[in-house]
């Protein structure tokens, strides 16, 4: 299928994983496509620290992979996850299934493997060449050319396209360009909390409860674990900034550890909790949303250079995916015009894409915290009896977002119809009980 339209070329701004299985996209639509990225061959490099190096990938992004022949591949190295475990301070579990009611679940795989992956299925493609230690350094909207500077020689080349995609991070050089074009929206939000990484060791893993998602949830900040395909597991610890800074000696930490995440000392290791939290600072968790998407008929936005949201809806990576079977599929329906196609996507996507950002600071809440209380219990219930009976109906806004593909602005409106009918049926019945008690009474008192 690739000779079909070889004659437009498309140019991919980073080859991470969003800007690598746009290229398989892109590919097989016939396009010429070109990937620069800026970092070296991360199949020929050590693993990348700094970023979370779990993802969470859901029915979004098994879509695009199964779009592309992948889905099956990144399945047998990934493992299942069906659910939270929660962990109490005084070493008590508790299992929250995702969806008790039809077993769906969702998928532990490692950033650098399945980045590996997708970067060799762009590689399989005979129309797509990747160029890495490039990085852009100018875009000329008016000219439709971007400068790529090579990080080694320092030599520059001008560039031509059809369509330039960004999907080069949340620190995107094309969207800092586009944010000087005049109507361009945009806005970052740095929250007041930050992440360290450590890990369980494979001999300790088995002592771990398989296949769920492991949270220590503690009011004003959390600590989960995610399982490895090697046995061990990666813990994030999530915290605002001013609890990190008071940990400063290792009896501060150590203390801090056994009261707060008794049961993982051993798991992760004191020793090894010391030696990180000495030696790494935490990591900063940023939101972005900017709008529209697209500059001209040539210039486009997608991942997390479009919207970079926070990690706690595992959907960062899921919605990049999504953008990219978006595309394709408003390329498809127009016949291959690309000015018409970028205009219609940035339209399209930008609502759900801000709604996704703003559903993923709510799920740190109750990952932290609301899981805990009896409220989130009880309405959990309710969602999973009325999901059972009616599943085309009533479905629960975790099921929205992670296991179908719903719009993401549609869960959140979905979830507020929810809302109204619970709220109306405990004021009906509230009306009734209190009915039959007055009649109750006066039938008693007469």
């Known amino acids: 299928m690739w000779e079909k339209n070889n004659t437009k070329k498309v140019v991919i701004i980073g080859g991470g994983l969003v800007g690598s299985i746009c290229a398989c996209f892109m590919a097989k639509r016939g396009y010429a496509v070109e990937i620069y990225e800026k970092r070296d061959d991360i199949r020929k490099t050590p693993e990348i620290r700094g970023r979370s190096i779990n993802l969470a990938l859901s029915h979004r992004g098994r879509n695009a992979l199964k779009a592309l022949g992948l889905e099956k591949e990144i399945l047998d190295s990934a493992i299942p996850m069906k659910g939270r475990l929660l962990h109490s301070k005084k070493g008590k579990l508790k299992s929250i299934l995702y969806d008790p009611s039809f077993n769906q679940c969702i998928y532990s795989v490692g950033r650098n493997y399945l980045n590996k992956k997708l970067i060799d299925a762009a590689s399989s493609y005979p129309n797509v060449n990747i160029y890495f230690n490039r990085h852009l350094t100018r875009a000329n909207f008016n000219e439709g ?45 740095y929250i007041e909390h930050g992440y360290i990484e450590m890990s369980i060791p494979p001999e300790n893993g088995n002592k771990m409860i398989p296949n769920h998602l492991h949270i220590w949830p503690r009011g004003k900040f959390m600590m989960i674990a995610l399982p490895n395909s090697d046995s061990s597991w990666t813990v994030t610890i999530f915290m605002p900034f001013d609890i990190f800074e008071n940990l400063t000696t290792g009896n501060e930490i150590s203390r801090f550890f056994r009261e707060t995440f008794p049961d993982s000392v051993d798991l992760i290791g004191e020793s090894s909790i010391l030696d990180i939290f000495m030696k790494n600072r935490p990591s900063e968790l940023i939101s972005i949303k900017c709008s529209p998407y697209h500059i001209g008929s040539k210039f486009l936005l997608i991942g997390d250079a479009a919207h970079a949201m926070v990690p706690f809806y595992g959907q960062g990576m899921n919605a990049g995916f999504e953008d990219c079977c978006l595309l394709d599929g408003i390329l498809e329906k127009n016949n291959d015009d690309i000015a018409m196609s970028v205009e219609e996507y940035s339209g399209v996507r930008a609502v759900d894409a801000h709604a996704i950002c703003e559903l993923a600071m709510y799920n740190y809440i109750e990952m932290r915290d609301l899981v805990n209380t009896v409220g989130f219990r009880w309405r959990k219930c309710v969602d999973n009896v009325l999901f059972k009976w009616f599943p085309n109906k009533w479905i629960p806004l975790y099921n929205s977002v992670s296991f179908s593909s719903m719009e993401y602005s549609r869960c959140i409106q979905n979830r507020k119809w929810q809302n109204k009918i619970i709220y109306r049926s405990i004021i009906s019945l509230g009306i009734i009980i209190g009915t039959l008690i007055v009649l109750f009474l006066k039938n008693v008192l007469n």
């Open 145 to 189: 050319t971007v400068t790529i500077t090579d990080s080694k020689t320092c030599e520059e080349s001008q560039v031509n396209a059809d369509l330039f995609i960004g999907a080069d991070g949340a620190y995107s050089k094309l969207r800092l360009a586009m944010q000087q074009t005049a109507q361009f929206q945009y806005t970052q939000l």
